[in-house]
């Protein structure tokens, strides 16, 4: 980034700082000296310098998660509530129809102790678990990445591959297609059926999917709307059969 462009980002970040400071002396001059910032300075896609996440219009991005600098996400893949992935050092991406679930973390390296440069690659209908972490790692395409699992640098997990939940895989292990690996450090467990392959991985995604659809038109509604489904479920929560199927909740129905 040119010397010009970083003077005109600090101005921008000075600028912002100064509102926050005046809101603060008008809520103190006001009487109230408890500060209560109205808005989140959460963002959920934020720029690095001159690095700018690519999101496709059809993937979901959590609210919550956090997507930063040279980061694309692909057609239909879905970010869940709490992930962080972070593109400064290094780029990451992302393909088409995958799932990084809750609170995961997704990083990259500048590069090895060799000099091997560490981008985080994940491929198409990749399903990556809740707390996972990926470090500077390959992912192909409809592998499967267990719940709190660890992949290090230099890691690479062939296609149709799964790794256990909770498992450490150490810096340059490469996982063999149609191969389960577990443990701590992560060792080849087994070999996953033809069966397996065949339904599990494409089935997990897609359920992801259709389930980010789900949550992203939730997330769409104004805060209104929000309200009014309240009152309404409150009106006919007796009636509402459909929502509370999905709560799993089922009612008695009483005596008209």
């Known amino acids: ?48 310098f001159d690095k700018v ?8 991005v959590a609210p919550s998660a956090s997507v930063i600098g040279d980061v694309q996400i692909g057609q239909g893949s879905s970010i869940w509530y709490g992930c962080v992935l972070r593109g400064d050092v290094n780029s990451v991406r ?11 973390l997704v990083h990259v390296a500048k590069s090895n102790l060799s000099g091997k440069v560490l981008p985080t690659i994940i491929g198409d209908n990749v399903t990556v678990g809740h707390s996972a972490v990926l470090h500077g790692c390959s992912v192909e395409d409809e592998s499967f990445i267990g ?11 062939e296609k149709n591959s799964m790794v256990a939940a909770g ?19 992560a060792k080849f467990m087994r070999k996953l059926t033809e069966e397996e392959i065949a339904a599990f ?4 995604a897609t359920n992801y999917s259709n389930l980010a659809q789900v949550h992203a038109a939730e997330n769409a509604k104004t805060f209104d709307e929000v309200e009014f489904k ?11 059969e459909e929502y509370n199927s999905m709560l799993g909740v089922v009612q008695e129905v009483g005596p008209s």
């Open 1 to 48: 980034m040119g010397t010009l462009r970083k003077a005109i980002y600090a101005v921008g970040f000075w600028i912002r700082e100064t509102g926050q400071a005046i809101d603060r002396l008008g809520c103190r001059l006001q009487g109230n000296y408890y500060f209560h910032e109205q808005l989140s300075r959460h963002r959920t896609l934020m720029n690095i």
């Open 53 to 60: 996440p690519n999101v496709h219009k059809d993937a979901f």
């Open 94 to 104: 992302i393909g088409s129809g995958t799932n990084i679930q809750d609170n995961s």
């Open 147 to 157: 719940t709190g699992a660890t992949l290090l640098d230099g890691v690479v997990v």
């Open 167 to 185: 498992a450490l895989v150490r810096q340059n292990t490469r996982i063999p297609c149609g191969e389960v690996w577990g443990g701590n450090p």
């Open 201 to 204: 991985f494409s089935q997990s």
């Open 230 to 240: 309240k009152v309404l479920h409150k009106k006919f929560s007796r009636r509402d």
